[in-house]
């Protein structure tokens, strides 16, 4: 049953394996959620071919503003973000998939200013982050002195860049970075997202207070290995119950049904903001693969 008589538009930057699921299940259950798939955009337009529907394309990220989204989804990389996020919510609400880019005080100030002149959201997915919801309680109760991070998976599943690209590990396991977020952010953009996420939910902390460590350890399995482990859980994201004097309605529709359509979308929004700055939380169950 359709969530609305009027279906809300969704663009999708970005075509890698999340943006891939994100079209696949926009295209078979966005239409019964009250969802259309108005463009899907990727640097490499040839990795559409065969796979996109020519009209679905979007062959300029400059033209998005042609298919009238209500919502554009960020699942490419943090360069977008700064390049074009502010632009983008000139027409639409903006889900950052790479919040590594909101360590960057510029983009993050750009966003900002652009949401409250257009009127239009800004929701950050929270990736791996569990416990999110803990972090803001007790960051609003002034309880939260300290926040650490720390990542650890095999190297073969990091994509790094500047000194730490030629960062080598010669033991089982070795700590290539430790430091502020916003130190790991530029470097790690790919592999730092979720620590992004904590120093947004932090926000007496942020990017420079809460502490971000990551480990190179050679004992865990590759992330191609890990992708075909049957045990995995995949997350699924249910909006929490939310009042329409605390989160109008504007701001129920296409990020809260578009996270009912896709399993693979990471499953805590944070809204910076829109025409007041708000936060929007989501309850978690996770099934099997």
Request: with cysteine; glycine share 8%.
């Amino acid at each position: 049953m359709a969530l609305s008589t009027v279906p809300r538009k969704v663009g999708i930057v970005g075509y890698g394996r999340l943006g891939q699921s994100l079209v696949s299940h926009l295209l078979t259950q966005g239409p019964e959620l009250g969802l259309e798939l108005v463009f899907v955009w990727n640097r490499d337009p040839g990795r559409m071919a065969g796979s996109v529907p020519p009209s679905l394309q979007l062959q300029s990220l400059a033209a998005l503003g042609e298919r009238h989204p209500d919502l554009v989804v960020e699942v490419a990389h943090p360069k977008i973000i700064q390049e074009s996020g502010a632009e983008i919510l000139r027409y639409a609400d903006l889900l950052v998939g790479s919040p590594s880019a909101l360590a960057d005080q510029t983009t993050e100030q750009q966003l900002l200013e652009a949401s409250h002149r257009w009127s239009h959201a800004v929701f950050v997915a929270r990736g791996a982050l569990w416990g999110t919801e803990d972090i803001t309680r007790l960051d609003d109760a002034g309880g939260l002195q300290s926040l650490r991070v720390t990542m650890a998976t095999h190297p073969d599943g990091f994509r790094l860049e500047g000194p730490l690209a030629t960062a080598h590990s010669t033991r089982p396991r070795t700590v290539l970075y430790e430091g502020p977020v916003r130190g790991l952010c530029p470097f790690a953009p790919r592999n730092s997202n979720t620590m992004a996420a904590a120093a947004l939910a932090a926000p007496s902390l942020g990017f420079d207070r809460v502490i971000g460590v990551l480990v190179a350890d050679f004992r865990l399995l590759p992330a191609p290995l890990q992708a075909r482990d049957p045990s995995l859980l995949r997350s699924f994201l249910i909006p929490k119950r939310t009042s329409s004097t605390h989160l109008p309605p504007h701001h129920q529709g296409p990020a809260a049904a578009l996270a009912s359509v896709s399993p693979d979308l990471p499953p805590v929004l944070v809204n910076i903001g829109g025409s007041s700055p708000r936060v929007v939380w989501c309850l978690i169950t996770s099934l099997p693969l």
